[in-house]
């Protein structure tokens, strides 16, 4: 066990001190300086961010979970390689799991079954239709929940807004699934190449780097005008 632990202790160590510490440099470089980076500088600094941030935050839990096994007490997993994840739901069952595992449970699941939640989907069923009325509730649950995990993070309209626009993608994606599945059916070929998953993969990396870029620039209208930055002619 003290064996163990002191190899993830090591890699821990080695990931917050060597690896994020030098991803700090262009991430500080290119975010501190918004008036002159912008462009193709964004997903420059989008990249090293997540770099930064995942060896960061992992290494410290790397720490933590070897500390904990040498004595004997054994910690869940807080990672699981998010960025492997094809979907935003996806990387979000990846990335601070704990986090996601206790929203759920005291947020999402609570809200879910209060009276006037049931009230309310009764209503929508009876009034909008059971198709669009189930879905009513759900997604109100899910969109104070991902309010209430962007305060958490910081109370500014930043994270209020990264919150928001990651509950926006999982439910815009979740009700787009039947034509994925369509489009899986049509092109299984495609689909199931190695080169489809890769480029998922790649896709919600970019995405997740774009929104968390909200919590390096910190004011929502600047970030929105380097994203659009990066397509400006």
Request: proline share 3%.
């Amino acid at each position: 066990r003290i064996c163990d632990g002191a190899v993830r202790i090591a890699w821990g160590f080695f990931k917050k001190l060597v690896i994020a510490e030098r991803a700090a440099m262009p991430v500080n470089l290119i975010f501190g300086d918004h008036q002159t980076f912008t462009g193709l500088y964004v997903p420059i600094g989008v990249f090293f961010f997540a770099i930064q941030l995942y060896c960061d935050f992992s290494g410290c839990m790397d720490v933590v979970i070897g500390v904990s096994h040498m004595l004997g007490i054994e910690l869940p997993e807080n990672f699981n390689c998010p960025f492997f994840s094809k979907t935003v739901k996806e990387y979000w069952r990846r990335w601070h799991i704990t986090m996601g595992s206790w929203f759920t449970d005291y947020i999402f699941y609570p809200i879910s079954v209060t009276k006037g939640m049931m009230k309310l989907s009764k209503w929508s069923r009876r009034v909008l239709g059971a198709k669009v009325g189930k879905r009513v509730p759900v997604y109100l649950a899910t969109a104070v929940t991902w309010f209430l995990t962007g305060l958490w993070h910081g109370a500014g309209w930043n994270f209020i807004v990264w919150g928001l626009l990651n509950c926006l993608v999982i439910l815009v994606s979740q009700e787009l699934e039947p034509l994925y599945a369509r489009f899986h059916k049509r092109f299984p070929s495609l689909t199931g190449s190695w080169g489809y998953g890769k480029f998922m993969a790649v896709r919600t990396f970019l995405l997740m780097g774009l929104i968390r870029s909200l919590d390096c620039y910190r004011d929502v209208g600047t970030t929105f005008r380097l994203w659009g930055s990066m397509i400006a002619v």
